[in-house]
C-alpha cells in the first residue's frame, strides 16, 4: 500500500493488491474522517495502525462513496465508527453486496473475517458533514454506480471523487449519461486536488484537462459503438472486437493494464442496451 499526503491534514492510500483502489483520511480536531477503506484486510488494517498509534486518533466517521466492495468491505474493521452513505448504497450492500461478498469468499480466503456493515446515517442529494474543525460536502454524483457521491473537503478544496473519477471511466454497474453530467459538474470548480478512486492524485493544474480526457472517452464511445451497430454488427462481442480503448482515446497501460478489461466491460454493457433499444429491421 502506498501513502500520500496531500496536505497537513490530508493522507491518501493507494493499494498495491487491487487495482490501485484508494482511501483517504482526513485528521480533524474530534478525530478523523475516513472516505472508503481498501478491499484487502491487511491494508485496511494498514490504515487503522496509521491511524491509531501514528497519529494518535481514531476513525470517528466512516463515508461509503458507494456499495461496490473494493472500497466498502473493510468498513467491519471500523466497528465505533458512525458510516455515512447515499440512500441507495445502504440498499444496494444489503442485496447485491451481501451476494457479492459471498462469491468473494468462495474464491479468497483472505476475506474470510469480512462482513457487511449497512451505513447509520444515509442521504439523498447532499449532506453536510462537520467534524470538529473540518466541513464535508457530500453529493450524488450517480453514473459509474447509481449511489455513488463526492466527497469535498471544503477548507481545503480537496476533493473525493471516488470512482466517479478513475483513469478509466466505467458504469457497468450504472449509466454511461448520467455519468457524463456527474464529470460535468465537477468542470469549472475551484478545487486544489481530485483524489479519485483508483490511481494516482490529480493536481490542480492536470484538472481541466484530465476531466475533459474522461469526456472525450465517453463520447467517442458511444459514437462509435453506434457506428459498429449502423455498420450491421449484430452482438457486443462483435462490436468489442472493433473498438479497441485507444481507439477512444485512452492507453492500454492505465492502470497497470487493467484499462483493457475495463473498457471492454463498457463496450458491452453500452452495446448491449443499444443494441436491446435498436429497430428492428424485419
Ligand atoms: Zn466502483
Known amino acids: 500500500m502506498q501513502r ?3 496536505t497537513d491534514t490530508i493522507h491518501v492510500f493507494r493499494s498495491d493488491l487491487y487495482v490501485q483502489v484508494t482511501a483517504g483520511l482526513v485528521m480533524t480536531e474530534a478525530g478523523a474522517v475516513l472516505i472508503d477503506t481498501l478491499l484487502y484486510p491487511e491494508e485496511t488494517a494498514a490504515i487503522k495502525r496509521f491511524v491509531e498509534q501514528r497519529l494518535g486518533s481514531h476513525v470517528k466517521y466512516l463515508i461509503n462513496t458507494h456499495h461496490h466492495a ?3 468491505l473493510g468498513t467491519c474493521f471500523f466497528p465505533d ?3 455515512i452513505s447515499h440512500r441507495l448504497c445502504r440498499e444496494l450492500l444489503d442485496t447485491r453486496g451481501r451476494d457479492a461478498i459471498r462469491s468473494m469468499q468462495e474464491s479468497s480466503n483472505d476475506l474470510a473475517d469480512t462482513q457487511v456493515v449497512l451505513p447509520a446515517t444515509v442521504f439523498d442529494d447532499q449532506m453536510t458533514l462537520t467534524v470538529g474543525d473540518q466541513t464535508f460536502e457530500l453529493t450524488w454524483s450517480p453514473g459509474h454506480s447509481e449511489d455513488s457521491i ?3 473537503v471544503a477548507d481545503s478544496q480537496v476533493l473525493f471523487a471516488a470512482d466517479t473519477v478513475m483513469p478509466l471511466p466505467t458504469f457497468v454497474d450504472g449509466n454511461i449519461d448520467q455519468l457524463v453530467g456527474s464529470i460535468q459538474r465537477l468542470q469549472h470548480q475551484p478545487y486544489e486536488t481530485i483524489i479519485q478512486g483508483h490511481g494516482e492524485v490529480i493536481l490542480r493544474g492536470e484538472l481541466p484537462g484530465r476531466l475533459e480526457e474522461d469526456l472525450n ?3 467517442a464511445l458511444k459514437t462509435q459503438v453506434e457506428r459498429a451497430i449502423s455498420n450491421g454488427k449484430k452482438s457486443p462481442h462483435e462490436i468489442a472486437d472493433v473498438i479497441p480503448v485507444e481507439a477512444c482515446g485512452k492507453e492500454k497501460i492505465v492502470l497497470h493494464g487493467a484499462a483493457i478489461q475495463l473498457h471492454e ?9 443499444m443494441l436491446s433499444n435498436a429497430p428492428v429491421n424485419t
Not at 265 to 273: F, R
Open 4 to 6: 500520500e499526503r496531500v
Open 70 to 72: 473494493d472500497h466498502t
Open 81 to 83: 465508527a458512525h458510516v
Open 150 to 152: 463526492t466527497c469535498l
Open 217 to 219: 472517452y465517453l463520447s
Open 265 to 273: 466491460s463498457n463496450v458491452y454493457a453500452l452495446a448491449a442496451s
